[in-house]
């Protein structure tokens, strides 16, 4: 997928990631999460991060971190190592399931996001991991197999999530870095997920080098429009993922207001950019998160039947 050829083309749609399990167990979760993406008409779809949240879904499956439950963050408790590569078995359980029919995102979260989510054992404080940017580092290193894998496995688009990027101030100009080793030598499309409010960072996220795409919630947090220029863009090749519909709100949206939100979009940011949700759905109610879904595709098309 070559997305240089597609986007400025037509509007294509993706998603965040996660889809509300519910009660379901996990088969049924991922098979409605991968059929309610492709009936909306989501052109790049997820497998909808169902088996468990953002963190120990990776967690999980890397050498010295022991999960707890409960509520308890996961904690280091040994020489962290590759293990098995997270969410490959879910990855390819959606590519099954969409039959080839849908473009499918593989998603890691990120190694700065996931070291602010873990503890260190006590007898194992004073080791090297005590040492934020060298606990970055080794998770980076680890994710960066992850999304060989996933590439491997046919990903169309590798995206990382790193929500804690917005709450971070001091030394954040390093962690970004550590994305790019992440993404190193991968050759599909990139995408770089951070919600919360960008007005600080976003210069910083400009100058990865290993991201095509720059995601960022705008429905709900509408000041991330004053940041980056359509110049800004086109000069450092970036994409804009334009968060349209606000994940933290159980209604859904009109069709009318998405669609006069992503004009709003374009005519700030240029035609470059994807539609998506400003986040993942995972707290959202089921009906809720398909018909901001719904709504949304059927926007991003009146949009583009104007433009294009």
Known sequence: MDLY?????????????????????????LTRAVKDQM???IDIISDGQVRANLIDLFAQDIEGIE?????LKPRIVGNLAYKYPSTIDDFLKAKEISEGKSKIAGIITGPTTLSYS???????????????????GGLADILHENAKELERAGADLIQIDEPCFSLLQKGINEKVKFIDRVLD????????????NISKIYKSLLNL????????????NQNNLNTYSEEDLISNEKIIGFGCVNTMRETIEPVKDIENFIQKGIKHFGKNL??????????????IAFG???NMVIAAKRVEDKLY
């Open 5 to 29: 050829k597609e986007v400025g083309k037509k509007l294509i749609t993706t998603v965040v990631g996660s889809y509300p399990p519910n009660s379901l167990n996990y088969e049924d979760a």
């Open 118 to 136: 873990m503890d260190i054992e006590p007898k194992f404080s004073l080791t090297k991991y005590a040492n934020r940017n060298y606990l970055i």
């Open 67 to 71: 999960l707890r439950g409960d509520s």
């Open 274 to 287: 994807l539609v998506d949700p400003d986040c993942g759905m995972r707290i959202l109610p089921h009906e």
């Open 292 to 294: 901001k879904l719904k």
């Open 209 to 220: 080098e290993n991201v095509n795409i720059l995601d960022h919630e705008f429905s709900g």
């Open 39 to 41: 009936y909306a008409g």
């Open 185 to 196: 030598g991968i050759k599909v499309p990139t995408k770089l997920h951070v919600c919360g």
